[in-house]
């Protein structure tokens, strides 16, 4: 895989992607990536404007692109819900499911509309309520799959089932490395009962690295003296990281690459996996606890109120 772009990605021509997050950052690379190579591709988000907006975008370079906005707030379990009915009721299957969207270290605990902290209800619940409602269409097409985004914080995160909403105490950052270390968790855990089962969808994840995103001015320099001290350093920093479109050719190459396999992880292969071509990852030790991660799955089920069986 030493040097694969998404230059180097299949045709995707007859498959149909769903990319959450998808109006800017990586999530927009991805979809319009996917969309160049043929894809039909439904790009979600909270914001209809911004969603408007990436159509545009994306259309004027790609004016024969089969692409649609659909709204969607995965922090919502009834946004999810409704989303995913309205793709039930179009009965077409589902060749691949990126979970992209993400929030990372708000300053302070916030709770999503169902009372979960915002970070879990939004990089891990929602997602999975998200995959779990779409499986029956993932069933349906041969060679499914399922791409969690990670981070490089989950080597800093510890999944702890007794406290997933951080009720114990919330530090930002330690919340968000949870949340992407869960996220590893349970695409390992899809991977091993699709496996078991026979689904045949395959769960894998990938990291960007250290691309260039709005993340940080979302989330933990969203307020305060950090939004100053951000406004000042992103000039200096931003340019210094690989662009979005950058970070997106890892997860383009779990989504649609020959070599990628179910159970996999990839990133960056160089310079502690911050840059370079796509590559194997390493996972946090924490992520392969099969034991823990059948309990995170568990709970994931119960807080959803839906399951994959």
Same mark, same amino acid.
């Given at each position: 895989m030493t040097g694969w772009t998404a230059r180097?990605?299949?045709?995707?021509?007859?498959r149909l992607a769903v990319v959450t997050g998808a109006t800017g950052g990586l999530g927009y690379e991805t979809a319009l990536a996917l969309a160049a190579a043929g894809a039909e591709v439904v790009l979600t988000g909270r914001n209809p404007a911004k969603g408007a907006?990436? @159509? /545009?975008? +994306?259309?004027?370079?790609? #004016?024969? *692109?089969?692409?649609?906005?659909?709204?969607?707030?995965?922090?919502?379990?009834?946004?999810?819900?409704?989303?995913a009915e309205d793709m039930r009721a179009a009965g077409r299957g589902v060749d691949l499911l990126v979970n992209n969207a993400?929030?990372?270290?708000?300053?302070?605990?916030?709770?999503?509309?169902?009372?979960?902290?915002?970070?879990?209800?939004t990089n891990v619940l929602g997602?999975?309520?998200?995959?779990?409602? @779409? /499986?029956? +269409?993932?069933?349906?097409? #041969?060679? *499914?799959r399922v791409v969690n985004v990670g981070s490089l914080a989950a080597h800093w995160g510890e999944v702890d089932l007794s406290d997933l909403q951080s009720e114990r105490g919330y530090a930002g950052l330690k919340v968000y490395g949870m949340t992407k270390l869960a996220a590893l968790m349970w695409a390992l855990e899809l991977q091993r009962r699709s496996a078991a089962a026979g689904w045949g969808v395959?769960?894998?994840?990938?990291?960007?690295?250290?691309?260039?995103?709005?993340?940080?001015?979302n989330g933990v320099a969203s307020r305060g003296a950090a939004a100053a001290l951000w406004r000042v350093a992103k000039y200096v920093i931003q340019p210094l990281n690989p662009s979005a479109a950058t970070g997106a050719s890892h997860i383009l190459?779990?989504?649609?690459?020959?070599?990628?396999?179910?159970?996999?992880?990839?990133?960056?292969?160089?310079?502690?996996?911050?840059?370079?071509?796509?590559?194997v990852a390493h996972f946090p030790p924490a992520a392969l606890d099969a034991t823990v991660a059948a309990g995170l799955w568990d709970a994931l089920e119960r807080l959803a109120g839906v399951g994959f069986g």
């Open positions: 180097l990605m299949p045709m995707q021509t007859g907006d990436a @159509l /545009a975008r +994306l259309r004027a370079g790609h #004016p024969q *692109a089969n692409v649609r906005f659909a709204h969607l707030d995965v922090a919502s379990l009834a946004s999810v819900s409704a989303f993400g929030i990372m270290a708000p300053p302070a605990r916030a709770l999503s509309e169902d009372g979960f902290e915002l970070q879990f209800a997602h999975f309520a998200l995959a779990a409602r @779409l /499986a029956p +269409l993932l069933r349906q097409r #041969p060679g *499914a395959a769960a894998m994840a990938a990291h960007p690295g250290v691309a260039r995103t709005d993340i940080i001015g190459f779990a989504a649609t690459a020959v070599e990628a396999r179910g159970g996999g992880y990839y990133g960056p292969s160089r310079v502690f996996e911050t840059r370079g071509p796509p590559g």
